[in-house]
């Protein structure tokens, strides 16, 4: 019997923590869907290759950051998170010091920038507030039931963020 596939994706969340506050890497998007918005870097997983190397390899890709020990988040499925067609991604986390860390726009990342990261968690809501340069990202996300004690979120409303990337950012702090 012939099942639809899905396209397999693979994204990368690197954060440090500051004295001034928590940053986030992003890069704005070169090319459709999105273009000019703003993502984690990340993209298509390649014939034969893991999603963890898929992962490391886009990072590189879009970024120049290589050789960082990096863990998982989660697995992200939803229904329309890309307009391109049904499509899972697997994402990943790594906490580095910032002033080592020398991320350049490469490939398809039209530039990549460090957003300072505020947010207010309330019993059933985050919301996000990422300022970088002249760039100021928003995002509302509700948390609508929890999964093995973990906090799922539903964006409500996302603000020059790409896909469903404030949604895999809350998931990177609060799993």
Not at 26 to 43: D, E, K, M, T, V
Not at 92 to 114: C, F, L, N
Request: negative net charge.
């Amino acid at each position: 019997m012939d099942y639809p596939k899905p396209s397999l994706t693979a994204d990368m969340c690197l954060y440090a923590h500051e004295a001034d506050g928590l940053y986030v890497l992003l890069i704005r998007r070169g090319r459709p869907p999105y273009q000019g918005s703003w993502a984690f870097p990340g993209g298509f997983v390649e014939p034969g290759e893991t999603v963890e190397d898929a992962a490391a390899r886009e990072l590189a890709e879009e970024t120049g950051v290589t050789g960082l020990s990096f863990e998982p988040v989660g697995i992200f499925s939803e229904a329309g998170r890309d307009p391109r067609g049904w499509t899972v991604t697997s994402a990943y986390r790594a906490e580095v010091d910032r002033s080592k860390i020398r991320a350049v726009g490469m490939d398809d990342a039209a530039e990549a920038r460090w957003f300072r990261l505020e947010f207010a968690k309330t019993y059933d809501s985050l919301s996000l507030r990422l300022t970088g340069g002249d760039d100021t990202l928003t995002a509302i996300l509700s948390e609508p039931y929890r999964a093995a004690e973990q906090p799922r979120y539903h964006a409500q409303e996302a603000h020059g963020i790409a896909f469903d990337h404030a949604k895999i950012l809350a998931a990177a702090l609060y799993n």
